[in-house]
């Protein structure tokens, strides 16, 4: 069954420098997502992203952080000048319609800012 | 909100034994899905249910939905260790995100 596929499993980062998230949706999905779980807590939505352009975003997606599509498999999510709160595990999700349609998950991206 | 709510936030029950984990939510949905969550790893869909409808099954598991009362249940009848996980509902509206409430983080014992 196809996957959705995300690296690093685990990125160290230091304070301030900037971190890049890399997801691997499922090939024909045309929605992405980026949801973040700091430990202990509740997984939160960030962005989804259609046709190459945000088309929600939720209040923690300030400007410190930014998502692209760079080519026809890729979905990144760039965090810049990262901060201590920023340790979270990051969630990539992608499904091919959209709207409450069910969503499918990597198994994350465990960011740790020092 | 569109947050659904789940309840209780742990369950603890022998193998063999069924699990019941509900939901409740505050706005009208279009549909609402439940997830589960190992620990450590990302969230698997388990079973949408329309808002049309009231009961559906998937192998173990027996979904209901109560529009009127707006709450949900997620049935696991016969669990088995593997099951043990953290279980999320997530109602849905006319938007494409999913907005999970704490979950009900279910251990099941051999």
């Known amino acids: 069954e196809p996957e959705v596929t995300q690296t690093p499993s685990h990125q160290v980062t230091q304070m301030g420098q900037e971190v890049i998230l890399r997801c691997v949706p499922i090939?024909?999905?045309?929605?992405f997502y980026w949801y973040r779980q700091i430990l202990g807590q509740k997984v939160e939505f960030l962005v989804s992203?259609?046709?190459?352009?945000?088309?929600?975003k939720s209040e923690i997606f300030d400007d410190q952080f930014s998502v692209e599509r760079p080519d026809g498999s890729n979905f990144t999510l760039k965090i810049r000048s990262t901060k201590l709160e920023d340790s979270a595990m990051y969630f990539c999700?992608?499904?091919?319609?959209?709207?409450?349609?069910?969503?499918?998950f990597g198994d994350g991206t465990r960011l740790s800012i020092l | 909100s569109q947050q659904g709510e789940e309840d209780p936030q742990a369950l603890s029950i022998q193998e063999g034994e069924n699990a019941t984990m509900n939901c409740s939510y505050k706005?009208?949905?279009?549909?609402l899905q439940w997830y589960r969550q190992n620990s450590g790893r990302g969230l698997v869909h388990l079973i949408l249910?329309?808002?049309?409808?009231r009961e559906k099954h998937s192998g173990r598991l027996r979904v209901t939905l109560d529009t009127s009362k707006k709450s949900s249940s997620l049935l696991i009848t016969a669990s088995r260790a593997a099951d043990t996980a953290s279980y999320f509902c997530?109602?849905?509206?006319?938007?494409?995100?999913?907005?999970f409430g704490t979950g009900t983080r279910l251990q099941v014992f051999p």
């Open positions: 090939s024909n999905h045309l929605y």
């Open positions: 997530a109602p849905g509206l006319n938007t494409d995100k999913l907005i």
């Open positions: 999700a992608s499904n091919q319609d959209g709207g409450n349609q069910p969503q499918h």
């Open positions: 249910i329309r808002s049309n409808e």
């Open positions: 706005t009208s949905i279009n549909n």
């Open positions: 992203f259609y046709n190459n352009e945000i088309s929600e």
